[in-house]
């Protein structure tokens, strides 16, 4: 009786084909026939899509018969796919994917972490495009690009803190790189909030942050301190004038910059009784001044001395005295 020994169980890649073996006899017949290029010969090829086992059986010369079986195992192909396209700021990183193999391999492996698992970080310096390489076992292999873009991160810089007078301007100067948009904040008492370099007016002490951005979202910030001082030269008091009633320079009033309210303005003679009590007015205003009378009646020139209370647009207190000259 003949022993009939055939191809081990093999695992077979989805689309190939394999040439089965069966030795022991001297006639073969392989079932069923699906698939197969012969079924009366010895070594037939096969290319089944789906799982399969086939029999042979062998005759020898004195017509005894045995058979055996082989098994096809048919390894289908999975679907494979990789995460899109990734960007990043300069300095920054982002983190690649593929799916569905069971090794992996990324090129160039420049800037990754690991270019043979199947999510590397990556990190390069400029913008790279890479080649995702996935395989399935030893039957498949799928290739994919993925491109990971490096944007500029942009720069700014502004000057150390500054110090204004209140009711003064200062303009803001940034010097940027890699910008596209700008935007201060708070956009309080400026020209602009979003122009480089904007007029600054501030009525007290402010923090002004620049937020620039860049390409791909990318930003940047910086922050100058704008320290806004009460001082008693912004409001003027002449020591002289002359209410003759010619329209020019016929009352004494303060003027100037930078002052929210008058609080206190009085005026004193020599002996110290008051003559002129102007609390509450407003600055720049002649109609609020004193034009040189006392209840009603014209004063002889002489020299007068003044008090004056006010509060800055900052919020600080200032007081000034002196003395004025009646000329007529």
Not at 96 to 104: D, E
Request: glycine share 8%; charged share 15%.
């Amino acid at each position: 009786m003949p022993i009939i020994t055939a191809t081990k169980d093999t695992n077979l890649c989805d689309g190939a084909s394999v040439q089965l073996n069966a030795s022991g006899a001297l006639l073969y017949n392989w079932s069923p026939p699906l698939a197969l290029s012969c079924i009366n010969c010895q070594s037939p090829i096969t290319n089944p899509v789906n799982d399969i086992t086939y029999s042979v059986s062998g005759t020898d010369v004195n017509g005894c018969t045995d058979s055996t079986s082989v098994a096809i195992h048919i390894i289908k192909k999975l679907p494979t796919s990789v995460g899109p396209d990734a960007s990043y700021c300069k300095g920054g990183s982002a983190n690649l994917s593929a799916q569905g193999g069971t090794s992996y391999l990324w090129l160039p492996p420049t800037g990754l972490d690991n270019n043979q698992i199947a999510d590397p970080s990556a990190s390069p310096d400029t913008s790279t495009a890479y080649k995702a390489i996935i395989q399935q076992g030893t039957c498949f292999i799928d290739t994919y690009n993925v491109h990971v873009t490096v944007y500029p991160e942009p720069t700014v810089q502004v000057p150390n803190g500054q110090t204004i007078i209140s009711g003064t301007s200062l303009t803001l100067q940034a010097i940027v790189q890699n910008g596209l948009t700008y935007e201060w904040s708070p956009a309080t008492d400026l020209s602009c909030s979003n122009c480089l370099s904007p007029v600054a007016t501030p009525l007290k002490s402010t923090a002004y942050t620049i937020l620039v951005t860049g390409s791909g979202g990318c930003t940047a910030k910086a922050t100058i301190t704008i320290d806004v001082k009460c001082e008693a030269d912004q409001i003027f008091l002449p020591n002289t004038f002359t209410p003759n009633g010619d329209g020019l320079n016929d009352r004494f009033y303060p003027s100037g910059k930078g002052i929210s309210a008058i609080k206190i303005f009085r005026v004193y003679d020599r002996w110290g009784e008051l003559i002129y009590d102007g609390g509450n007015i407003p600055l720049n205003n002649p109609d609020y001044g004193w034009d040189g009378t006392y209840m009603g009646k014209q004063l002889k020139p002489d020299v007068y001395v003044y008090f004056l209370s006010a509060v800055c647009e900052s919020g600080e207190p200032i007081e000034l005295k002196g003395d004025v000259s009646i000329i007529r």
